[in-house]
């Protein structure tokens, strides 16, 4: 039997982490499956998913540990949302308007409502080059469950474009983005 791992990494930036973090995962039988790691503001950052032999895991939690210090590793059980994978169906949301505080918290709202789940968020800032001022720019993509009504999310969400005073675009997710 393979147990599914997702472990969550942050340390302080510098050459190495990666394959430190990957050298423990082999010596321990474990396969990177999945990843997604950044860094920002000078912390390094991700998310991996991991699988091992179900007798191995247990060794590769204990072996995951001294690399505290370096970088402070967290490991989770893997779950998966049954309604979420009936459905299969994701959907891509890019938004860009002025930058302030409260946009993530009001999209990412109408899309809980709609009991969509965001399954990947990249977001960034930068000036505005003709107004002055900043720019906020995100792309998500949301698993969508079966059964949700999309022409009730866009609806939603073209009126949150409109009262934030932002561009936002929901379109079918295309994997090859």
């Known amino acids: 039997m393979t147990t599914t791992l997702v472990l969550s990494v942050i340390g302080n930036d510098r050459a190495g982490l990666v394959k430190a973090l ?21 912390k390094f950052a991700g998310i991996v998913v991991v699988t091992v032999p179900g007798e191995r895991a247990d060794g590769l939690r204990a072996a995951l540990e001294p690399l505290h210090g370096l970088l402070d590793v967290a490991v989770h059980d893997a779950t998966v949302a049954e309604d979420l994978v009936e459905s299969g169906q994701e959907v891509r949301v890019e938004l860009l308007g002025n930058d302030r505080p409260g946009i993530v918290g009001a999209v990412s709202g109408v899309l809980a409502q709609h009991g969509l789940s965001v399954a990947e968020l990249v977001s960034t800032t930068s000036d505005a080059p003709m107004a002055g001022g900043r720019l906020f720019e995100a792309i998500a993509v949301a698993t969508v469950p079966a059964g949700t009504d999309l022409d009730a999310v866009q609806g939603d969400l073209e009126r949150l474009a409109t009262e934030i005073m932002v561009d936002l675009t929901l379109s079918p997710h295309d994997d090859e983005d």
């Not at 499956?33 to 503001?41: I, V």
């Open 22 to 42: 990957a050298d423990v995962i082999e010596q321990e039988g474990g396969n990177w499956e999945r990843s997604h790691l950044s860094e920002l503001a000078g």
